[in-house]
């Protein structure tokens, strides 16, 4: 099993969290705007959000930046904050890496815009942002707002892990009404769990081990050891289409993916009892692996093996991250 402990993933200081309360937030919003902003590793997307009736729909087509490593986010994320101030809207954002108020702490994906971010507004996404509201690493955002149709669907789901797996890896843990964010990606991969011997450093801070991130991440791990065993520069849809067709690297690239995904989420369900409290506890996955054929299927199987019982779990193909920054900045404005 990957090496799972309280310090290795690197756990957030807990943030005060009840879905119940969040809805309540949303009916007192009514009518407001919101702008969300929600960062990765190939793009970044700014989608502005109406609440209706308690739910938020989108006012107008999102729009996207897509770049490698953040290069061209600055100049895009400029634009939007005109647009945030000009109309007064609170703005939240996601992101791909450990946050503290208003900064980036890493930045494995997208070190070139904080390179940036750095230089121009001193690293502070509320300099940049007149309007600023809410800051969050991605794993966390997205499971505050897959928490609120969660336990309107499974009333007595209390307990909840946030399993996101796409450019990268990430898992948020929601327990007795407090949210933490977690690197449980860059824990470091036994060999058992590496068996194509990837050997690109992790490069989050500064672990120059291999972590679970660089051999399970569809994105940072299947792709990339994909390039390195065959030369070839694939997309993650396009290693999918050799899946299909029967190709047998990309079948054990994501075999053992799932076996990856699944020792850490396990471990760190063990680290936080959720094995003693397993009748009021729910999966929550996200990104596009879980969108493989099969992957889903298969992940289930395994943490049901794992924590010996039927877990719930809950695969949302929408996009929670970006409605969770929403949620976010429309809290803390409100509170404001």
Known sequence: MAKVTHESIHADSPIDYDPVGVLNVLAASEGRQVMSIEMGGTKVSSTIYTVE???FVIAEQPEVQESSRGIHYLPFLESQAHKAAAFNMPVGISYPGKTEEDRPITAVNVDLFVEDLEHEYAGRFGELFPSFSFLAND????LAATAITVKRELPKAENMLYVINGTGFGLAVLKDGQLVGTEAGHVEAVWE??????LRPCGMFEQDFPCVE???ASGAGIEDIWKQLTGEALSGSE???RLVMGGRIPRELYENSIRAIASVTTKVAKLNDFLIDGDNVVIVTHGGAFEVPGYYRRFKDTMDHNLRFDVPIYNFEQNPCAEGAALGA???DLAA
């Open 239 to 241: 290693i999918v289409q």
């Open 139 to 142: 794993a966390v955002a997205g």
């Open 53 to 55: 009736d308690g739910r």
């Open 193 to 198: 769990l590496n068996p194509y011997h990837q």
């Open 214 to 216: 660089r051999v399970a």
């Open 330 to 332: 429309l809290a803390k």
